[in-house]
């Protein structure tokens, strides 16, 4: 079947690094991305990568695949205040383009 | 602007009623979602329509309805027969076949009060 997991919390300090791990099942995932959610608002998508793809660097936002594990990460550098939020996991099944499954969400927490 | 609406932002419903929220995208995509997100939980489909006047059911379609008359308009009914209807509900649209990603809305707060 088609899976997605994330842990639920993680908490860093300011201006460390953050890396958020989520794992799939579905081998033959096309493309995963990473939404972020702020209280109260819609999902925005942060990312996304090509499942041929080792890794995806945009700013601060590291993403990185290792698709023999089917595990992929985030990271983000130099954490701010601005990104404590839900980060979502998500991906493309191999078995339907048309529909994405999604992680249930990383909190992030920054301290000071 | 291009994007996603939703209305209203907060819906209360008493008991028995049904109600109708509102999606509107101005994106021209073909695809079009309803998403319930429950606290502390991930997103679960309800009802997703790739083309105008189709649209199939999610994993958990029981207790809704949806039509999809316009491109631009895929709106979500919670009937009475949704026995826990409290949650966040999201919309998102995407091109038929589209690989990167979904837009979404903001989302409606729906109470059962």
């Known amino acids: 079947g088609e899976d997605v997991e994330q842990s639920l919390f993680l908490s860093v300090r300011e201006g460390d690094s953050s890396v958020i791990n989520c794992t799939y099942t579905?081998?033959?995932?096309?493309?995963l991305y990473w939404y972020k959610q702020e209280p109260g608002a819609g999902l925005q998508l942060l990312t996304y990568i090509f499942s041929n793809m080792d890794m995806k660097q945009d700013q601060r936002l590291t993403v990185l695949l290792n698709k023999k594990d089917k595990h992929l990460s985030l990271r983000i550098a130099d954490t701010q205040t601005g990104d404590s939020a839900i980060y979502f996991c998500?991906?493309?099944?191999?078995?339907?383009?048309?529909?994405?499954?999604f992680g249930s969400g990383t909190r992030l927490s920054i301290r000071p | 602007d291009g994007g996603i609406t939703q209305s209203p932002k907060y819906l209360f419903r008493k008991e028995g009623q049904n109600v109708t929220l509102s999606c509107e995208q101005n994106l021209n995509h073909d695809a079009m979602y309803w998403y319930r997100q429950d606290p502390g939980q991930g997103l679960r489909l309800i009802y997703y329509?790739?083309?105008?006047?189709?649209?199939q059911k999610g994993d958990i379609a029981e207790g809704y309805s949806v039509s999809r008359e316009k491109k631009e308009s895929f709106p979500l009914t919670v009937t009475s027969a949704q026995k826990n209807p409290t949650a966040f509900y999201l919309c998102a649209s995407n091109t038929a076949g589209g690989n990167y990603g979904y837009t979404f809305g903001s989302g409606t707060r729906l109470t059962v009060v």
């Open positions: 998500a991906e493309t099944p191999g078995s339907s383009a048309s529909k994405i499954i």
């Open positions: 329509s790739q083309i105008v006047n189709d649209f």
């Open positions: 579905d081998s033959s995932s096309t493309y």
